[in-house]
């Protein structure tokens, strides 16, 4: 198997696991939800990343030396960007539901966080024969992501149509924080473009190439953590909900928490190895690939968990044709890498 057939494999595989993060949310019982993210953040984005970096990366304080204090504020700053996304997701999430929200935000990081990097690598990428078939490909995967979230809105139109009338206002708001959410998303992928110098000090101090780029995780996803534990740390004071840790299942959901941080880590890890398999342009293709293997495997387990139980009709028939365009769209990714 070639580098791009291995890349295209690891962006899916990574997607898949990744779509397994929020699964054990279903069995935590006797938390609120801002003890329930606050350990899982700590897991994911601050401890994880670290202890994957430094087993992972030799020499791990001369790679960031190397880099340059430039790549490391930029690397940080859109990583503590995209971790105030994650925040605003969350309040989004609660607002308007899952289909709304997850169709904004998902559809805005598989455009964004796929063409932005095809621009910061220059101009004439982008509109070179293969940018044009990247771009092409990207409105495939696109067109698919929207697709699936307007099965998952007709779905649940009934109940959503009446929230509007009743909390227009506040469903209007939800709708905002979704779209600043999905600006500040795929600021994850921007993120780790920019740190590509870190990835490649790491490889020059004898780092595998399936973990170089441990090191630009470590450092934006870390970052990306602040937001989230700080804005725990509030709901657990005006809510006083701190007692919720001393519920029975303390140490099961603990277990829990750790095993989505898990996830999170390990996909987030095999999509940077993807990358690495890919080339120069593996943000700009396996991005898409991999956030479109998230959303299929978030649906898997919708259906597995009989999230669609007695759905038939028209919400059944646009979520098939918004896999198949995703499908047909990584197909097209990747012959456009071979072509």
Same mark, same amino acid.
């Given at each position: %198997?070639?580098?791009? #057939?291995?890349?295209?494999?690891?962006?899916?595989?990574?997607? %898949?696991?990744?779509?397994?993060?929020? %699964?054990?949310?279903?069995?935590?019982?006797?938390?609120?939800? $801002?003890?329930?993210?606050?350990?899982? !953040?700590?897991?994911?984005?601050?401890?994880? =990343?670290?202890?994957?970096? &430094?087993?992972?990366?030799?020499? /791990?304080?001369?790679?960031?030396?190397?880099?340059?204090?430039?790549?490391?504020?930029?690397?940080?700053?859109?990583?503590?960007?995209?971790?105030?996304?994650?925040? /605003?997701?969350?309040?989004?999430?609660?607002?308007?539901?899952?289909?709304?929200?997850?169709?904004?935000?998902?559809?805005? #990081?598989?455009?964004?966080? !796929?063409?932005?990097? *095809?621009?910061?690598?220059?101009?004439?990428?982008?509109?070179?024969?293969?940018?044009?078939?990247?771009?092409?490909?990207? @409105?495939?995967?696109?067109?698919?992501?929207?697709?699936?979230?307007?099965?998952?809105?007709?779905? $649940?139109?009934?109940?959503?149509?009446?929230?509007?009338?009743?909390?227009? +206002?506040?469903?209007?708001?939800?709708?905002?924080?979704?779209? &600043?959410?999905?600006? /500040? !998303?795929?600021?994850?992928?921007?993120?780790?473009?920019?740190? @590509?110098?870190?990835?490649?000090?790491?490889? $020059? *101090?004898? @780092?595998?190439?399936?973990?170089?780029?441990?090191?630009?995780? @470590?450092?934006?996803?870390?970052?990306? !953590?602040? =937001?989230?534990?700080?804005?725990?740390?509030?709901? &657990?004071?005006?809510?006083?909900?701190?007692?919720?840790? +001393?519920? =029975?299942?303390?140490?099961?959901?603990?277990?829990?928490?750790?095993?989505?941080?898990?996830?999170?880590?390990?996909?987030?890890?095999?999509?940077?190895?993807?990358?690495?398999?890919?080339?120069?342009?593996?943000?700009?293709?396996?991005? =898409?690939?991999?956030?479109?293997?998230?959303?299929?495997?978030?649906?898997?387990?919708?259906?597995?968990?009989?999230?669609?139980?007695?759905?038939?009709?028209?919400?059944?028939?646009? %979520?098939?044709?918004?896999?198949?365009?995703?499908?047909?769209?990584?197909?097209?990714?990747?012959?456009?890498?071979?072509?």
């Amino acid at each position: %198997m070639d580098n791009a #057939s291995s890349g295209i494999v690891l962006s899916l595989v990574g997607g %898949m696991i990744g779509s397994c993060t929020l %699964m054990p949310v279903k069995y935590i019982r006797g938390w609120k939800w $801002e003890n329930t993210w606050l350990v899982y !953040s700590s897991f994911a984005y601050l401890i994880f =990343p670290w202890l994957g970096a &430094l087993i992972t990366v030799p020499h /791990l304080l001369g790679v960031y030396a190397g880099a340059g204090g430039k790549t490391l504020l930029l690397t940080s700053l859109f990583g503590l960007a995209w971790g105030v996304g994650v925040v /605003l997701y969350g309040l989004a999430l609660d607002i308007v539901g899952l289909s709304i929200s997850s169709g904004i935000i998902l559809g805005s #990081s598989v455009a964004l966080g !796929s063409l932005i990097p *095809l621009f910061l690598i220059g101009r004439g990428s982008a509109f070179s024969a293969y940018g044009i078939r990247i771009l092409t490909a990207d @409105a495939l995967m696109i067109t698919g992501v929207l697709l699936c979230a307007r099965a998952g809105g007709l779905r $649940e139109g009934v109940t959503a149509a009446v929230e509007v009338k009743k909390h227009d +206002s506040r469903f209007m708001r939800g709708v905002l924080i979704s779209f &600043l959410g999905g600006i /500040l !998303s795929p600021l994850l992928n921007i993120a780790f473009t920019l740190g @590509a110098p870190i990835t490649q000090r790491a490889l $020059e *101090l004898g @780092a595998k190439p399936l973990s170089a780029s441990n090191g630009v995780w @470590a450092l934006c996803v870390s970052a990306g !953590s602040f =937001p989230s534990i700080i804005y725990c740390l509030l709901k &657990l004071k005006n809510n006083r909900t701190w007692n919720c840790y +001393s519920a =029975p299942r303390n140490k099961t959901n603990a277990v829990l928490c750790f095993a989505m941080g898990l996830f999170f880590i390990v996909s987030t890890i095999t999509y940077g190895a993807s990358a690495g398999k890919l080339g120069l342009l593996g943000p700009v293709v396996g991005w =898409p690939i991999y956030i479109s293997a998230l959303i299929l495997g978030n649906n898997f387990w919708g259906w597995y968990t009989d999230e669609w139980k007695g759905v038939k009709g028209l919400p059944v028939w646009t %979520m098939y044709a918004g896999i198949a365009m995703q499908i047909i769209a990584m197909v097209f990714l990747g012959v456009a890498k071979n072509v």
